[in-house]
């Protein structure tokens, strides 16, 4: 059964995005039955093009991702989340729908990238990529079935710290 993880950003335009898109490229590079999804509360309905231009650049596949609402996620039908990550402190702060599965949550706080002045952005969301799969290729190498949700929970908050 694979293990599904929920990243939530308040817009869903850059981290989350950057989120989603590194930890199902470890899963697919390590053949890991794992994926991961973006979502966001207040969604821009676009991705920010530094986003985009940081993953090309690190040869990471992006297609598929867009700019979604995080309710979507917890309708009937969605993928059944196992962990549920929130990558930007405003998103952290907001109430966020009871999830079907009772997930392991999880933040872990990054400055926003686009907040950067316009000459720093490039290096700022290719930092931001970088640690972010970081800790997504640590969050992907977990043995997901073996674990209990205390035992996940530890986990997620000590990569969280590293």
């Known amino acids: 059964m694979s293990t599904h993880i ?10 989350s995005v950057l989120a989603e898109a590194m930890f199902n490229h470890w899963a697919k590079k390590l053949g890991v039955d794992a994926k991961a999804f973006s979502a966001g509360a207040a969604p821009s309905g676009r991705i920010h093009p530094q986003a985009l231009l940081a993953l090309d650049a690190a040869g990471v596949e992006r297609a598929g991702l867009a700019s979604k609402h995080m309710d979507l996620f917890a309708q009937a039908g969605a993928p059944e989340m196992r962990v549920v990550l929130t990558v930007c402190d405003s998103a952290a702060a907001q109430p966020c729908p009871i999830w079907p599965g009772a997930p392991v949550r999880g933040h872990w706080s990054y400055p926003d990238p686009s907040a950067a002045p316009a000459h720093e952005q490039a290096q700022r969301f290719a930092l931001t990529r970088q640690a972010l799969g970081y800790r997504m290729l640590q969050l992907v ?22």
């Open 6 to 15: 929920l990243v939530l950003c308040t817009h869903n335009a850059a981290r």
């Open 141 to 162: 190498q977990l043995p997901f079935a073996k674990l209990d949700n205390q035992a996940l929970q530890a986990l997620v908050q000590r990569i969280g710290e590293s």
